[in-house]
């Protein structure tokens, strides 16, 4: 198969689709009294990605529904509880965690505020602490988009050899990469595979220098998952006239070499939980999975 194939593999994946507090504009359109509270991780909302993503929902859901919308930042794990709680206690109905890292956070929080609904990207309601029923999982098939970009990646490997470049070892992460090495090794079953955590979804020189050394071992192809650190190893990619793969959006536009993303559809979900919210038929309790299909 030839690169224009391979083009349109990464067009068929971007069509299917898979320390305190800031906020957003707060104010959406006039025809709902749902307010709805976002807490991002660590990530922060320039990663153009993840956390990225789920704010798209959450504008999204201002403009077409009307609801009012705040964003609160946290720049570290410690900011997780307070800002959790702060969006509880100023009455939002809705409280959206986003990211595995505060699963233990909201469901403290969740129990101490049993009167706000609350959803958590990436980690399942039956896994929260408690299990708090006023609490929602959305939870997502990485290994499913994560076995596409595989095939993808084997397929523009001159040399046989490709890699990815993971952030923290969280099951999200961990579960695109296993889906990655799965695509490329039905693709190709000779095909090296590296993989390797920075432990660190923010410090960009650290993956960088990892995509760096998996270059130099021969990889043609590097996978980035890990948010705003992973966005260096592109650049590294990139700057040695390699092939890069981006993650939860379409990152296309972070570097000429990127070929395809593996997508998550983390602005819909976030924009479906908010609707529920809005038409009085949230349930906590359980979860809502996203695949490919």
Do not use: H
Not at 1 to 23: H, N, Q, T, Y
Not at 246 to 255: I, M
Not at 258 to 275: D, G, R, Y
């Amino acid at each position: 198969m030839g690169r224009l194939a391979v083009l349109l593999v990464g067009i068929a994946l971007v069509a299917a689709g898979c320390g305190g507090d800031d906020e957003s504009s707060s104010e959406g359109g006039a025809d709902s009294d749902v307010r709805v509270a976002l807490v991002t991780d660590i990530g922060g909302l320039n990663d153009r990605g993840f956390n990225a993503l789920a704010n798209q929902g959450l504008e999204r859901a201002k403009e077409e529904l009307g609801v009012e919308g705040r964003v609160f930042i946290s720049d570290a794990a410690s900011d997780y509880v307070p800002n959790l709680s702060r969006a509880a206690r100023d009455g939002y109905d809705l409280v959206i965690g986003v990211g595995f890292l505060m699963g233990d956070a909201l469901a403290s929080v969740a129990t101490q505020f049993p009167d706000t609904s609350f959803a958590i990207v990436d980690f399942p309601q039956a896994a929260l602490k408690g299990t708090p029923a006023n609490a929602r999982g959305l939870i997502f098939a990485e290994n499913e988009a994560g076995y596409l970009v595989g095939v993808a990646a084997a397929t523009v490997a001159e040399r046989g050899a490709i890699s990815a470049v993971g952030g923290q070892e969280v099951p999200a992460v961990v579960a695109f990469l296993a889906g990655y090495e799965a695509g490329a090794k039905a693709t190709d079953s000779s095909i090296w595979v590296a993989e390797r955590y920075s432990q660190d979804f923010v410090d960009q020189a650290k993956c960088k220098e990892i995509a760096l050394d998996q270059i130099a071992r021969g990889s043609d192809v590097v996978f980035q998952v890990a948010g705003d650190c992973g966005l260096a190893a592109i650049d590294a990619a990139c700057e040695e006239g390699k092939t890069a793969i981006g993650v939860d959006a379409d990152q296309s536009a972070t570097g000429d070499c990127v070929v395809t993303s593996a997508l998550k559809p983390l602005e819909s979900s976030v924009f479906e939980i908010i609707k529920t919210a809005q038409e009085g038929k949230f349930e906590g309790g359980d979860i809502r999975f996203y695949g490919v299909e």
